[in-house]
């Protein structure tokens, strides 16, 4: 017997019939003799439903009280969807019972809207396993040290189910989903991408972070920080099939270094359509222009990624960089009024159309000319760069966000990452 969780997302349980078919294929489990926390996400659409009268509400509003009641609205997706699956599961004759975050409780910081998980307590889960039931235990939310209730920020099921399995010790976390797996890239950008039937934790963790969100970064983190076994497969294979079957298909994260002899060079392209990049031009090249830009970005809770500064030309640089697009007027907004004033530049501009393209392998360690390659391809596309990133096992590139698709798709075929023509 074992302990095994399994998180459904959005789309797998998307109607009333798929619940059904997530509960038949849970009692499945079940019955083999094992026992199942189910972590579900709230019905495809739901929380963009949620989210979206809030906004029709309060356009563009951003306090602590408002993001508070984000929180508070956009969790009754995942307890809505988690109550359908108990009934679902108990109209199969399994007993079960589901529980909100505060329920559980799955304590977490007070950060609404992507509240980072601080503890688990599973008393009350592993008593109803031991009593035979199915428990369910709703994705994306816990409650804060006042009460309050929040959320793990978009795609955060993932998190809870890994954070649930860390806690609670699980021999695997199974992330059930519309795909059959971790691909090379999203196969719905390059239908030429491949399944991995492994793929390595850090690169899993660089492609959550660059914007594969086949699974959230966050729950990747907790695998790693925990060792807990985690598995991506699909939830629209038919819910009877073989168990030992299913317990073998998708994508198993491995913690081991890989010692395949021919390990791929680059072995995923990660893509993200999320940032914006902004420019202060005409900045005077002084010493601490890197901290006066980005100091007061940094004390308005914004977060930045890709930067660049421009070589000096007459005293004056230009220094580029991307922020989230959510977080695109407020940043021009600050350094309009604040920074740019400050420092004497001349002034700032923005592009909201961009993109970000990554390739990732930890084969990169130990290749020279990969970066070169990338941008071969791209120059023979005729994709202009406009910024660049790299780390030990990724290259990133900011291009036009029109030739995303261009981009992703050659760069995979450059790469020998397309499947073999059938
Ligand atoms: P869920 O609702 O099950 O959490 P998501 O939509 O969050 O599902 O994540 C699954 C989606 O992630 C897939 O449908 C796919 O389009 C996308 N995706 C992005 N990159 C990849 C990748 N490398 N491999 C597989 N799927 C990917
Ligand atoms: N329902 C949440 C979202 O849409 C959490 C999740 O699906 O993982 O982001
Ligand atoms: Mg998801």
Redesign the pocket.
């Known amino acids: 017997m074992a302990l095994i969780v399994h998180?459904?997302?959005?789309?797998?349980m998307g109607s009333t019939e798929r619940i059904r078919n997530v509960a038949k294929r849970v009692a499945k489990w079940a019955r083999a003799g094992h026992q199942i926390v189910v972590v579900p996400?709230a019905m495809?659409g739901e929380t963009n439903r949620l989210l979206g009268l809030a906004k029709e509400l309060a356009p563009g509003r951003a306090t602590q009280a408002y993001h508070r009641e984000l929180d508070m609205l956009a969790s009754t997706g995942e307890q809505a969807s988690s109550a359908l699956l108990a009934i679902a599961l108990q109209s199969e004759g399994m007993e079960s019972v589901s529980y909100a975050g505060w329920q559980v409780p799955i304590r977490t910081d007070s950060s609404y809207t992507k509240a980072r998980i601080e503890s688990i307590e599973d008393q009350r889960v592993r008593a109803d396993l031991a009593a035979g039931k199915v428990v369910i235990v709703t994705g994306f939310q816990g409650i804060d040290e006042q009460g309050h209730i929040t959320t793990l920020g978009r795609?955060g099921?993932?998190t809870s189910a890994v954070a649930v399995a860390a806690a609670m010790k699980a021999d695997e976390c199974l992330?059930?989903?519309?795909?059959d797996?971790?691909?090379?890239?999203?196969?719905?950008?390059a239908p030429a991408?491949r399944?991995l039937s492994t793929v390595s934790f850090e690169e899993m963790l660089e492609?959550a972070s660059l914007?594969?969100?086949?699974?959230?970064i966050r729950s990747v983190e907790f695998a790693g920080k925990y060792k807990v076994p985690v598995r991506?497969l699909s939830?629209f294979t038919p819910w009877d099939i073989d168990i030992n079957e299913e317990a073998r298909s998708g994508t198993l994260i491995t913690f081991e270094e890989d010692e395949k002899m021919e390990q791929a060079v680059v072995s995923?392209?990660?893509f993200n359509r999320d940032e914006a990049k902004i420019s202060v031009l005409g900045v005077p090249d002084t010493p601490g222009v890197a901290y006066r830009i980005l100091g007061p970005v940094a004390d308005a809770n914004i977060e930045v990624d890709v930067i660049i500064q421009n070589l000096s030309k007459d005293g004056k640089t230009d220094f580029s960089f991307t922020v989230h697009r959510n977080d695109y007027a407020r940043t021009v907004d600050l350094l309009k009024e604040k920074i740019v004033p400050a420092l004497g530049a001349q002034e700032v501009v923005g592009d909201t159309k961009i993109c970000k393209v990554s390739i990732v392998g930890i084969g990169m360690r130990s290749h020279v000319g990969v970066a070169s390659t990338m941008f071969r391809t791209l120059s023979e596309e005729g994709i202009n760069i406009q910024m660049i990133s790299t780390s030990e096992i990724k290259t990133s590139v900011v291009i036009d966000e029109k030739y995303l698709e261009l981009a992703v798709r050659s760069l995979h075929t450059a790469f020998g990452l397309d499947k073999p023509a059938e």
């Open positions: 998180k459904y997302g959005g789309t797998s996400s495809s795609g099921s993932d992330i059930y989903t519309d795909v797996g971790v691909y090379t890239t999203d196969p719905r950008v991408a399944r492609m914007g594969s969100k086949v699974l959230q991506v939830s995923g392209i990660a």
